[in-house]
């Protein structure tokens, strides 16, 4: 038999549980923005170049794309290492006033680095 502070213990969520689900409710309805971004920039480069991309889709290219694909899903995860402890800081309440920025910030800086990979690794090659 659990005692009455035992269970109260347990339902109150501590300070850190509820700053990551703050976190999770800004950044996780904008992960799909983000690889809706990734994605159009990745097929733009295909339509533009078509016919200079087309022996590069093959089985090896389709599972590198996938690795990357993840790679840039966890490097969206970095955003909570930056955001989790400005919550904690003095001025919280204007940082969540202004974390779209750092949403703005890392998306140019993917896309900067898709297209640096697709323009310096991939395209010469093919």
């Known amino acids: 038999m659990e005692s ?66 993840v790679v840039a899903n966890v490097c969206y995860c970095a955003a909570y290492a930056v955001d989790l402890p400005l919550e904690t800081c003095s001025f919280a309440a204007r940082w969540q006033r202004w974390r779209w920025s750092l949403w703005l910030l890392g998306t140019l800086f993917a896309v900067l680095l898709e297209c640096y990979w697709i323009a310096d690794e991939v395209y010469p090659f093919v």
């Open 4 to 69: 009455a502070a035992g269970s109260s213990l347990s339902s109150a969520p501590s300070p850190f549980r509820s700053h990551l689900a703050a976190a999770a409710r800004f950044w996780e309805p904008w992960h799909l923005a983000y690889n809706t971004v990734l994605a159009a920039v990745f097929f733009a480069w295909i339509v533009a170049t078509w016919p200079h991309f087309r022996p590069a889709f093959n089985l090896t290219s389709l599972l590198l794309l996938v690795i990357l694909a």
